[in-house]
């Protein structure tokens, strides 16, 4: 089994910050955790993609974000997490993280488990 919790939500007014972290509990024998990130979705409209990590560190920004949000991961703590800087209004959504799990051996496969979601809101 393994479960996402999201935690960091919350209202923060326009250039301001927010922290989102998101943990990963995992009770699978033989489990890879590879690529951890995060997507959003605003009130009526598609989910899209902010940032997302690699294994190894290696990052990826939706061009939007780029040079505001920060994606890191401890790797020991199986948590992604999200620093967000200069929040603008238009960036209100809910914020979804997810990773992309593998199972090694015979009875391999890989997914992509998502976590329930947490609430950002920016006031302008």
């Known amino acids: 089994q393994v479960q996402l919790v999201e935690s960091g939500g919350g209202l923060v007014q326009a250039g301001g910050s927010l922290r989102l972290s998101c943990a990963a509990s995992v009770s699978v024998f033989s489990f890879s955790i590879n690529a951890m990130g995060w997507y959003r979705q605003a009130p009526g409209k598609e989910r899209e993609m902010v940032a997302d990590?690699?294994?190894?560190?290696?990052?990826n920004y939706a061009d939007s974000v780029k040079g505001r949000f920060t994606i890191s991961r401890d790797n020991a703590k199986n948590t992604v997490y999200l620093q967000m800087n200069s929040l603008k209004p238009e960036e209100t959504a809910v914020y979804y993280c997810y990773l992309d799990g593998s199972r090694r051996g015979s009875a391999y496969y890989t997914r992509r488990y998502w976590g329930q979601g947490t609430q950002v809101t920016v006031s302008s």
């Open positions: 990590i690699s294994s190894g560190g290696i990052t």
